[in-house]
């Protein structure tokens, strides 16, 4: 039997879905532009750590570099360079130890002073031109000024070897040096002549004893 609907039946209605606002639609572009900035700054933060270890790495090597140079030499780092020494070091220190990196005779430039390449370049190392002749990682200058390059006086007791600096075309900085570079978000590393490396937090103090005060010149 066919039944008629009635005229008390009320039309079932469901909500109409509101199209997307304008307000949900900026909520949602400031969440995506957060996202994006705290994404670019974690990134950053990871790309600065990766740069501190490659340093680190970087310097461990080079001291690897001038301990073999040293059991070639007499037992002696490669001296910096110092053209009114008699008799002269007319070669820079990071060009005695190019051979021993396997880098060809231009990579470095001519001589005297040589372009921060390879392992002699720092990765977080900024304003330096690869093409010039500034470097970043510089001579304990303690140990140029007084000669004292024989190994077995600076494992004597722990000594600074290598420093970071800020970019200039020399070859050594001393106690009393402002180009101390805490680049790596606030620490400098520093290779030892026995090897290792120290990130150092805070400013390096020109009384430290690392610096070598004690070396003389009558320790050739």
């Known amino acids: 039997m066919f039944v008629f609907p009635s005229s008390n039946t009320r039309a079932v209605s469901f909500p109409k879905r509101s199209a997307f606002g304008l307000l949900e639609l900026l909520v949602s572009v400031a969440v995506i532009v957060i996202l994006l900035v705290l994404g670019i700054g974690y ?3 990871i790309r600065q750590q990766a740069n501190a270890g490659n340093c680190v790495r970087h310097l461990r090597q080079v001291g690897a570099l001038a301990l073999a140079y040293a059991s070639d030499h007499q037992q002696q780092f490669p001296a910096v360079l110092n053209t009114v020494r008699n008799p002269p070091d007319s070669v820079a220190w990071m060009h005695k130890l ?3 990196a396997g880098y060809n005779a231009r990579s470095m430039g001519a001589a005297p002073l040589p372009r921060a390449v390879g392992i002699f370049y720092c990765p977080s190392l900024s304003g330096a031109d690869r093409d010039g002749r500034r470097v970043g ?4 200058a303690q140990i140029s000024s007084t000669r004292s390059y024989r190994i077995t006086r600076l494992l004597s007791a722990p000594t600074f070897l290598i420093v970071e600096g800020s970019p200039a075309n020399i ?3 001393g106690p009393n040096s402002n180009a101390i570079a805490y680049r790596h978000r606030g620490s400098a590393n520093v290779l030892f002549a026995d090897g290792h ?4 937090h805070s400013p390096i103090s020109k009384d430290a004893e690392e610096w070598g005060a004690r070396l003389s010149a009558d320790s050739l």
């Open 98 to 100: 190019r051979s021993y």
């Open 43 to 45: 990134s950053g933060q």
């Open 197 to 200: 490396v120290v990130s150092y």
């Open 171 to 173: 070859e050594a900085i």
């Open 137 to 140: 990682y510089f001579y304990n």
